[in-house]
T-cell receptor
Framework: GENVEQHPSTLSVQEGDSAVIKCTYS??????FPWYKQELGKRPQLIID?????GEKKDQRIAVTLNKTAKHFSLHITETQPEDSAVYFC????????????FGTGTRLKVLA | DAGITQSPRHKVTETGTPVTLRCHQT?????MYWYRQDPGHGLRLIHY???????DKGEVSDGYSVSRSKTEDFLLTLESATSSQTSVYFC?????????????FGPGTRLTVT
């Protein structure tokens, strides 16, 4: 069935270092891949997304890369700051008559000051 | 934040009682979704709607039903709550057409079944 695997489940980095989170999806028809950031007790917030006709997208310190052949995509955060500490979720957008999203299980990122 | 509200925001109920959670949007988006979030499982889709009176099951639909009688409202009902349904429930909306794929979440409802 449709599945999104996300790794690692936890990640600790020193402030100023980079963080990379990776996701793999199973449905080759997926064409949209968002990333969400969720702070403790809050709702998931869309932070960046990428479509299947693009290989990389950047927004200040965050970037997402997509490899459609390998069916994986990654979130890159550079110059990490304490406020980047949160849980990050990847997702794949699937169309099978109707539209739905399949989420990864999340990565807890801790940025150590 | 997109115009999405959920009610109630917190609820404690007893096993065996019916519970209804409400999601209300002011964005006129076609698609609405209900997810549950549990530690180690991420966000799992319960049910979703692609229009008024048009709904479909997600991956964890057992024990849940939904209804959508108006574009702006999507109700999630637990017919007879069980302790395994203790969770945080998020509603989400998406236009999902014309290339507008972004999905936005409501503030969540924390449900405890004792």
């Amino acid at each position: 069935g449709e599945n999104v695997e996300q790794h690692p489940s936890t990640l600790s980095v020193q402030e100023g270092d980079s963080a990379v989170i990776k996701c793999t999806y199973s449905d080759s028809a997926s064409n949209y891949f968002p990333w969400y950031k969720q702070e403790l007790g809050k709702r998931p917030q869309l932070i960046i997304d990428i479509r299947s006709n693009v290989g990389e997208k950047k927004d200040q310190r965050i970037a997402v890369t997509l490899n459609k052949t390998a069916k994986h995509f990654s979130l890159h955060i550079t110059e990490t700051q304490p406020e980047d500490s949160a849980v990050y979720f990847c997702a794949a957008y699937i169309f099978s008559g109707t539209y739905k999203y399949i989420f990864g299980t999340g990565t807890r990122l801790k940025v150590l000051a | 934040d997109a115009g999405i509200t959920q009610s109630p925001r917190h609820k404690v109920t007893e096993t065996g009682t019916p519970v209804t959670l409400r999601c209300h949007q002011t964005e006129n988006h076609r698609y609405m979704y209900w997810y549950r979030q549990d530690p180690g499982h991420g966000l799992r889709l319960i049910h979703y709607s692609y229009g008024v009176k048009d709904t479909d099951k997600g991956e964890v639909s057992d024990g849940y039903s939904v209804s959508r009688s108006k574009t702006e409202d999507f109700l999630l009902t637990l017919e007879s709550a069980t302790s395994s349904q203790t969770s945080v429930y998020f509603c989400a909306i998406s236009e999902a057409t014309s290339g507008r794929y972004e999905q936005y979440f409501g503030p969540g409802t924390r449900l405890t079944v004792t």
